[in-house]
């Protein structure tokens, strides 16, 4: 089963009885694999990150502690308000692969 065959799952309701376990099993791959980043590694803020306008935005990894990562906004421009160093929660960041 690749992808798109569990997507289609979810979306036609074959998964229902277990959707709960199924966005449990997400959130703990994204926190591990944002957990994967160290200091210098570029990351970029994903889909589930308020405010929306961050969505996208890439930032360098200054500190990874256990629940959150702190990130240097790479553009300043593309931040609005939030300046400098940022803590967020792993599950808001993904790992940029070259």
Known sequence: MNALDIIKAIRAGDLDEDI???????????????????PGEKVRFNGNIKP??????????????SKTVTCRIDDPATAGRFQGDVRVPVSLIEPVTA
């Open 20 to 38: 709960s376990l199924v966005t449990e099993a997400l959130t703990a791959r994204q926190a591990a694999r944002a957990l994967s980043v160290r």
């Open 52 to 65: 929306k306008y961050l969505v996208g935005v890439l930032a360098s990894v200054v500190k990874v502690n």
